[in-house]
Nanobody, 122 residues
Framework: QVQLVESGGGLVQAGVSLRLSCAAS????????MGWFRQAPGKEREFVAA????????AYADSVKDRFAISRDNAKNTVYLQMNNLKPEDTAVYYC???????????????WGQGTQVTVSS
């Protein structure tokens, strides 16, 4: 009932910014909490950020707390991840996901996008 498509990734140098977008389809998009996760080569998928259904509550991984910002525009059925001061360790495929309750665990999310690659060179 929810389909997600990420975009905005690319190859950038350390220190620059990117904004990822996740476009959702589904009439009940606004009732879902949304999360961003990432997966680097050889590693498990990890939590990055999450936002409640109304946008009033957010959560971040410690590694991105002061650099990334998650937001949503329910009128546009879109979730964003603003990434500032990117570091080489941020290199990963970034995925957005939807859940009925805001969580930080991969297993709690019901719907996933296909991912967008972010590569940060030094």
């Amino acid at each position: 009932q929810v389909q997600l498509v990420e975009s905005g990734g690319g190859l950038v140098q350390a220190g620059v910014s990117l904004r990822l977008s996740c476009a959702a389809s589904g009439r009940t998009f606004s009732t879902y909490a949304m999360g961003w996760f990432r997966q680097a080569p050889g590693k498990e998928r990890e939590f990055v950020a999450a936002i409640s259904w109304g946008g009033g509550s957010t959560a971040y991984a410690d590694s991105v707390k002061d650099r990334f910002a998650i937001s949503r525009d329910n009128a546009k059925n879109t979730v964003y991840l603003q990434m500032n001061n990117l570091k080489p360790e941020d290199t990963a495929v970034y995925y957005c996901a939807a859940t009925k309750v805001m969580m930080v665990a991969v297993a709690e999310y019901d719907y996933w996008g296909q991912g967008t690659q972010v590569t940060v060179s030094s």
